[in-house]
């Protein structure tokens, strides 16, 4: 080439406004200078602008070009010049700033008005080098090159130019068309692949609405169109420059583009500046840009707007307009380019992680809708589509919040029908069966002659079986009717070798029919290769090969045996017929796939079943049918035995695949259950599908009627009445348990099922009776369940939600459309809260043992016990499990065989015990050496890092040296006897094998063992997840911090006093150093950071036996505002690392990317607290959105709830703090966000979640500003966000209560606004009228209404529905509708008061101890079930009146073993340790005999202080509980049911007392 030779490319021009200045083509280097020379104004300054991605790749080549274009046009004529500027690529660089920079470069080299800029990129470039075109002096000419596929058919066409603001995304520009657009597909070669993606998704746009045959291509072309952009053309050559040099692949892609940059170009041509037609290419755009608006930038635009066109399909499919088929051919289309199609599909949830994911829910994308710039007034305006490449309207539609926000819900709100179903009848064709499907297409496409098949099922199996049969050849396809009729055209079973492999993706049925088909391919050379994805090759073929391999077919597996891929080799003999032998055991597939392809064999097949039972012989059948539909009649000569005749299958003209019969039970219910009438018209008597007997064999047994004709059914109901289904064991195993789960979800209603092995019993109830409440259905993400449960919401009175209504694309797409549209029942989205509260923990039984170690004679048998009986697990004790497995005690074994022998057998029983035994369902003691061996410990570790409990239980080694002492039971230590030497040795190993530890300290507190079992129950409880015990943030709540260096400061009162209004308590450990042992310490020091951890676990320790309240464990360094050494890092470490192995419920990690990312990723059962303080509020402004967004992003990356704190400079940064949170702080990702100081006081009264708190009893506050939650309460309630509510006291006679005083004492100290009042009636009626006032915020209930009330109710808590009995009445608000529920808090206070009484008294245990109840009225069933939920299992009852007494021991008898005595010496024999009074009044005379050795008396009734039952047992020196605690404790629940905050015990209990002491 000589130097000044040019190659001027072939191009294809498209016109814009009026002129040809689309030119595209490949390698257009030299044209494009060839052309500006030539063509365009000269200039005497050429200005390119590229970013850093494009200069290395193609900026030589402008520059080289540009020199010769001169040359070989203007000689040696002087040339203008080419200035170059390189920018940074992204969106960033689209900005003022930017902007800015190349005008002052440009001013700086002296360019003048005959500049011309070109812009050599993507639509960053684009955009940003246009805007300094059109405001250059007022306006230079501009050329774009664009690079990327999006800037190409996209940003390059129509003039718009912009740059970004902080305010948002293009919202300063102007209009400037460019003088020519030059589109060099050759550069596409270098384009990231997932930016050839973002570029695709506005190609399939554009054609969805422009171009049916435009989508046909895209459709059918993805693969191509994919590879001839990505792998471009090899080498450095000129491929395509000319069109005789442009491969096939070349071609395509230039039609694909050029065909899309066509439509752009016309819609702009005819609509300029965007005022109707330009409006259509915003198709996918709405709902795409909220989505963008949330998800980006790690979601580009393409693939928000690919997301954004489905759902805008599934808009207008939902309107009425496209059809399903067109629905699914566009989201398939869109997948094929590697686009996601749904808001959380994997490749977005991939890109954004599942925390922000849970942000995108339908209000905040309705809200960023709200302000499109495309909106007229409040109306959203959304391009709806009526079938593929043709739009409703050309501009977009005005389309109602309502639907648009129905498309977008992840759930759905099914309202009654009401009478409207029970007009006129209603037909309904389900979707087409997928079985059907497939066999007709196989049919269809060997047979001879034309057939149209009508209601095929469009999925990614079908999808695949058309592509395949296409690519062999023979047959052809076409759509009519926009895809509702897929025309084949038989080849007759003439079949060739395919271009290339078979890829059947994930398509069984597929593989399996065509693994036969492919044999019959013709010709006696080539080979085919049948493969799939990475799952297909997983999945079995085997017995379907070996069978063909017997009959003379080359197959050969290309991986491993017995699975895809496989080639076939052509033999020429075909497929060789005769007799086949299969086995039919696996997959009835294998004998359709035999069956369907058997007519075209050489020989006729005599096809014999071999094996066991042949599975799912319907599906064979329903082949067999089809065969014959297509004029082969297949003989079954014996049971497991056909005979196939040679012979072609004749198409019929027309092949209607019936409904999926399953599907359209759903339809057929809703008629019987709603009483109207509904036709299936295409299954009927002959149908081909077991399930088509559902109306016939189900419904009219029901009572329905029902007419079936060979081709039709219609179902009238209604039916009723109690079901029984049986034999339908499977269900068990579907999706999800089907069977547990209609139990669960219809008791939502009201309805009652047993749940049996092989079945369910459902209690049908009047539809009128059906629950008065709406319920959310969790659907288990199984279809069958959600559209079950949509039937049932259309008679419920108010409807239910479905949680999860996306489920149902599994089988029928567009069912709630049909459900609204065609069957009449009102839908709207809905937006389900998480599932957690509602979802019970899973069961018991398949969490894996717990396992503790420890040295022996810390406790590990003792709490194991205790532990295994409170969580109902089995206790195992290592040694004894041992000793009984190898028959010989332990010092024998260790006498005969050493020590190394065994901790052999050690080891084997440990993992026999934990892998065959016990792997779940106990709690397992090791020896205290067990950690000495190394297998030992790795074994241990491992256990715990796959989900196993293994706790250490750490001792306080003097207490354990002295128990030793006494007990010479067991062998000696191996290694030497100072105890405390064995175990410094061994404390290491034990952290190394555990994941949670609990310090045994006697000494912590008075009367210290039953507190510190139950706090190790608690611990157990929170490291197997069966009791997080975890603040609700989903409405304000609080945590106080505690600043004193020692707990010990705040006990025994002053703790309950300060953490009254919290719901957790923040224990600072740097606080703790201010300790005066470590006021001189050297932290630095190996031997004080050890004093410093125990020290901190000690008190850790202390505040859980002082509180259950949960613990956010803090240790906040210096440069954060706290007191830690913030060089002190490892330490600081250790520390958040044992917090989480404690135990404490919250951990607060400062956001530094080293440590919290370590605690983050080690936090087991804890939640994160990620924490920044920026402690002169210069940084963290709020509004300064690059700052506040940066370490907001940073904190979420390393924590489960985002903490940033700043400091009010001015009373106005509470409010940019409030509007900070608005915008990032949900349920799903907390923030908790405020302002320092005085003047940020208010910031705190705003914050959302967990606002730190201090109290007046507290010597310091944690932090400046800090205020109570007394102080919050009253602010929110002076600024209205805090309404004072109405409580009361139910009952006669009621006037001495001492409630009011407590009550209105407690709400007083939280500083409540609401007042508790008596409320004294003669009869319950006028009650009604209470509760419902709108101000009603809870009532306690007293006797004679605690059962009269419950009718008034919504619903009962379980232990008020087991009591009989309601003492407390809680209004909650739930999905926006006030719920009134009863409940019973009297048993609490018996339970609290009795636990607390053994605490001191030191009494037996419950579990084994016996009890009297005296009385059998309403109060005695609540101290019944307090026993029980103590654990206690014996229990002896009096009353007078005997008979009530049966009866009341009747209804106990499954939770206790009660037994009636007919006279109250009777008890004495039971010898119980705790007695409970129940009667109010009681004269009976208590006998002396009833009271053992030491026991716990209690009596109800608070009139007199000494009843007869609490003066024996005082005398007896029992320790007694009187009924004004009970009244206290019962109240104090109650208060903390109503507030949700934790009540003021002590104020309140000294409120009744001062009432009390003064009457009594
Ligand atoms: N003006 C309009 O009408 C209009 C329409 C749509 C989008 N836009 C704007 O377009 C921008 C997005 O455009 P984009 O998707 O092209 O982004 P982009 O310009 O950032 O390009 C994407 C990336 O691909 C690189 N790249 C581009 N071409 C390449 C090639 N041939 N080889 C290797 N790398 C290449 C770029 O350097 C960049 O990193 C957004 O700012 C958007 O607002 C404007
Ligand atoms: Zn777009």
Not at 222 to 233: F, I, P, T, Y
């Amino acid at each position: 080439m000589s130097k000044t030779e040019l190659q001027l490319a072939e191009v294809e021009k498209i016109p814009v406004l009026g002129s040809d200045s689309i030119v595209c083509g490949f390698h257009l280097t030299d044209y494009i200078w060839h052309d500006i020379f030539t063509n365009l104004t000269k200039a005497s300054t050429y200005v390119l602008i590229t970013d850093t991605n494009l200069a290395p790749l193609y900026l030589h080549k402008y520059q080289d070009s540009f020199a010769r274009a001169w040359a070989s046009i203007n000689g040696s004529k002087a040339s203008p010049r080419l200035l170059v500027r390189v920018l940074p690529p992204g969106e960033t660089s689209k900005s003022r700033a930017t902007k800015g920079e190349i005008e002052d470069w440009m001013l700086s080299q002296r360019c003048t008005r005959d500049t011309m800029v070109l812009a050599l990129g993507g639509g960053v470039i684009g955009d940003l080098v246009g805007f300094v075109a059109a405001t250059f002096m007022r306006g230079v000419p501009f050329i774009q090159i664009p690079t990327s596929l999006l800037a190409m058919v996209d940003s390059s066409i129509g003039g718009k130019t912009a740059i970004d603001t902080p305010a948002g995304k293009n919202l300063v520009g102007a209009f400037w068309q460019p003088k020519r657009i030059f589109m060099d597909m050759a550069v596409l070669s270098t384009l990231p692949a997932r930016e050839f993606s973002n570029g695709m998704a506005e190609v399939v746009k554009t054609a969805a609405i422009w171009s049916p045959e435009e989508f046909d291509v895209l459709e059918a072309s993805a693969e191509s169109v994919r590879k001839a952009v990505l792998q471009g053309q090899s080498g450095d050559g000129l491929e395509g420059l000319t069109i005789a040099t442009r491969s096939e692949a070349q071609k395509m892609l230039l039609r694909v583009i050029a065909a899309s940059a066509r439509v752009k170009a016309y819609v702009v041509t005819h609509d300029e500046r965007e005022s109707g037609m330009r409006g259509l290419l915003n198709f996918g755009h709405s709902i795409g840009h909220a989505i963008e608006a949330i998800v980006s930038p790690q979601v580009l635009h393409g693939e928000c707007v690919a997301v954004g066109c489905v759902l805008e399909a599934e808009l207008s499919r939902r309107l009425g307009y496209i059809g399903e088929v067109g629905v699914a051919r566009l989201t398939r289309c869109l997948r094929a380019y590697g686009l996601p199609t749904a808001i959380d599909d994997p490749i977005i949830r991939r890109l954004v992680g599942d925390a922000k994911l849970k942000e995108v829910r339908p209000a905040r994308l309705m809200e960023v809708m709200r302000v499109d710039k495309k909106n007229v007034g409040t109306q959203k305006r959304i391009v709806l589509l009526k079938r593929l490449g043709e739009c409703v309207e050309l501009k977009p539609s005005n389309v109602d919040d309502a639907m648009i926000e129905e498309v977008i819900s992840a759930g759905v709100l099914v309202k009654p029908v009401g009478d409207s179903a029970s007009g006129s009848p209603v037909v309904v064709v389900p979707p087409g069966s997928k079985s059907i499907s497939n066999r007709a297409l196989v049919l269809a496409a060997l047979g001879s002659g034309e057939c149209r098949i009508r209601n095929l099922l469009h999925s990614d199996d079908t999808q695949v079986m058309l592509s395949a049969l296409q690519d062999m050849g023979g047959c052809g396809f076409s759509w009519e009717d926009d895809g509702d009729t897929l025309v084949v055209r038989g080849g007759g079973g003439q079949l060739s070798v395919p271009g290339s492999e078979l890829y059947l993706g994930n398509a069984g049925t597929a593989a399996r029919f065509l693994t036969t088909t492919v044999n019959l391919i013709g010709g006696d050379s080539g080979e085919t290769v049948l493969t799939g994805n990475a799952r297909m090759k997983q999945r079995p073929i085997g017995p379907l090969v070996d069978a063909l391999r017997a009959n003379g077919c080359q197959i050969v597996y290309e991986e491993s045996q017995g699975s895809l891929p496989l080639r076939v080799t052509h033999t020429g003999k075909g497929f060789p017929g005769g007799t086949i032998e299969l086995a039919a055991t696996v997959s009835s597939q294998y004998v359709s796939s035999i069956l369907l392809s058997a007519p075209y064999a050489q020989t006729p097949v005599h096809l014999v079943l071999v094996g066991g039972k042949v599975i799912s012989q319907p599906y064979i059948d329903m082949t067999i049918a089809m065969m014959a539909q297509f004029g082969v009649n297949v003989e079954r000569v014996s049971e497991k035995e056909y005979l196939i005749p040679t012979m072609p299958y004749t198409n019929p003209a027309e092949y209607v695949v019936e409904s999926d019969a399953s599907s359209a039970t759903y339809p057929l219910a809703f008629a019987a259950i709603t009483g109207s009438t509904v036709t299936v018209p295409n299954i009927g008597s002959a149908s081909l599908q077991g399930d088509a007997r559902f109306a016939v064999d189900v419904l009219r047994p029901m009572g329905c009627t029902v007419e079936q004709t060979a081709t039709s059914t219609t179902v009238t109901g209604p039916a009723r009445g109690v079901t029984r289904i049986r034999g339908i064991a499977n269900q068990h195993v579907k999706e999800c348990d089907r069977i547990a789960a209609m139990c669960d979800e219809l008791a939502k209603f009201g309805v009652t099922c047993e749940n049996h092995a092989d079945g369910i019993d459902v209690h049908g109830v009047r539809i009128s009776d059906l629950g008065p409440v709406s319920p959310s259905v969790h659907c288990y993400d199984d279809h069958r369940v959600a559209m079950s449960f949509s039937i049932l919401s259309c008679v419920a009175p108010l409807g239910a939600e479905i949680r999860e209504r996306r489920c149902v694309g599994k089988t029928w797409p567009q069912w709630w459309d049909v459900l609204a549209r065609d069957l009449g029942a009102p839908t709207a989205g809905s937006d389900p809260e998480p599932l957690e509260a509602e979802h019970k923990e899973t069961a018991v039984a398949a969490k894996p043992s717990i396992v503790i170690i420890g040295m022996r004679g810390v406790g590990k048998s003792t709490l194991g016990q205790a532990a295994a009986e409170a969580l109902g697990l089995e206790f195992v004790d290592m040694d004894a499990y041992l000793e009984s497995k190898i028959s010989k005690t332990i010092p024998e074994i260790i006498k005969a065989d050493g020590w190394p022998a065994f901790r052999d057998h050690e080891r084997a029983m440990l993992v026999q015990a934990l892998e065959q035994e016990h792997p779940e369902g106990a709690v397992i003691a090791c020896g205290g050496g067990v950690v000495e061996s190394e297998q030992n410990r790795a074994y241990l570790k491992q256990y715990a890092k796959t989900g196993g409990a293994v706790v250490c239980l750490t001792p306080n080694m003097k207490h354990v040296a002295e128990y030793l002492e006494q007990d010479k039971t067991r062998p000696a230590y191996a290694i030497t006897s100072d105890i405390y030497e064995v175990y410094q040795k061994r404390r290491p190993l034990y952290a190394e094998c555990c994941n949670y530890e609990f310090l045994v300290d006697k000494s912590l507190v008075a009367n210290a063992w039953p507190v510190i079992e139950r706090d190790f129950v608690r611990l157990l409880n929170f490291a197997t997840a069966r009791s997080l015990n975890r603040v609700d943030l989903s409405s304000p709540s609080f945590f106080v911090s505690l600043t004193a260096d020692d707990v010990r400061a705040y006990l025994p009162d002053t703790l309950g006093d300060v953490t009254a209004g919290s719901q957790a308590i923040e224990m600072r450990a740097d606080l703790l150093l201010n300790n005066q042992q470590f006021a001189a310490a050297d932290l630095r020091q190996p031997d004080v950071q050890e004093a410093f951890v125990e020290y901190v676990q000690s008190q850790f320790t202390l505040l859980r036996h002082s509180s259950s309240l949960p613990v956010v464990f803090t240790v906040r360094t210096e440069p954060q505002g706290g007191r830690f050494p913030g060089s002190a890092d490892a330490l600081r470490s250790r520390l958040l690392h044992l917090a989480v192995r404690w135990g404490a419920e919250y951990v607060d990690v400062e956001i530094d990317n080293i440590v919290a990312a370590k605690v983050f990723a080690g936090k087991q059962n804890s939640l994160v607290i990620s924490s920044y303080h920026d402690t002169a509020g210069t940084r963290l402004t709020w509004t300064d959105c690059e700052f506040a967004n940066e370490i907001l992003a940073r904190g979420r990356a390393c924590g489960d709830i985002v903490k940033l704190i700043s400091v009010a400079n001015a009373w106005e940064d509470n409010l940019k703090c409030l509007q900070f949170t608005q915008r990032h702080h949900s349920a799903a990702a907390p923030l908790i966000a405020l302002n320092m100081g005085y003047t940020g006081q208010m910031s705190r009264v705003l914050c959302p979640c967990l606002t730190p708190v201090t109290h007046p009893a507290l010597t310091a506050a944690a932090a400046p500003g800090q205020i109570s939650v007394q102080e919050i309460s009253q602010a929110r309630s002076l600024m209205g966000k805090l309404p004072a509510r109405s409580f009361y006291l139910f009952g006669t006679p009621i006037q001495h209560s001492p409630s009011p005083a407590m009550h209105n004492a407690g709400f007083a100290a939280l500083g409540l606004p609401h007042m508790y009042r008596l409320n004294e009636t003669s009869s319950a009626d006028p009650l009604k009228a209470v509760i419902a006032a709108a101000d009603f915020g809870g009532a306690s209930v007293t006797i004679p209404y605690k059962q009269e009330i419950i009718p008034m109710l919504d619903e009962l808590t379980d232990a008020a529905q087991t009591i009989g009995a309601v003492n407390t009445v809680i209004p909650e608000i739930r999905n926006g509708k006030r719920v009134l529920v009863g409940d019973n808090t009297d048993y609490l206070g018996i339970c609290g008061c009795l636990e607390r009484a053994r605490a001191t008294a030191g009494t037996q245990k419950f579990t084994s101890a016996t009890a009297l109840v005296i009385g059998a009225g309403g109060t005695s069933r609540a101290a019944l079930y307090a026993l029980y939920t103590l654990g206690v299992r014996n229990v002896a009852l009096f009353n007078r009146t005997a008979s009530r007494a049966h009866q009341l021991a009747n209804e106990f008898s499954g939770l206790l073993n009660v037994s009636v005595v007919g006279q109250l010496l009777d008890a004495a024999e039971l010898k119980p340790t705790y007695i409970i009074g129940t009667i109010p009044g009681c004269d009976l005379v208590i006998p002396e005999q009833l009271f053992g050795e030491n026991g716990v008396a209690l009596d109800m009734a608070y009139k007199p202080r000494w009843t007869p039952l609490l003066e024996t047992a005082q005398r007896n020196k029992w320790n007694v509980v009187h009924g004004v605690e009970v009244l206290v404790e019962q109240g104090v629940h109650q208060l903390a049911k109503w507030t949700k905050l934790s009540p003021p015990v002590r104020i309140m209990r000294e409120a009744v007392y001062s009432k009390y002491d003064a009457e009594f």
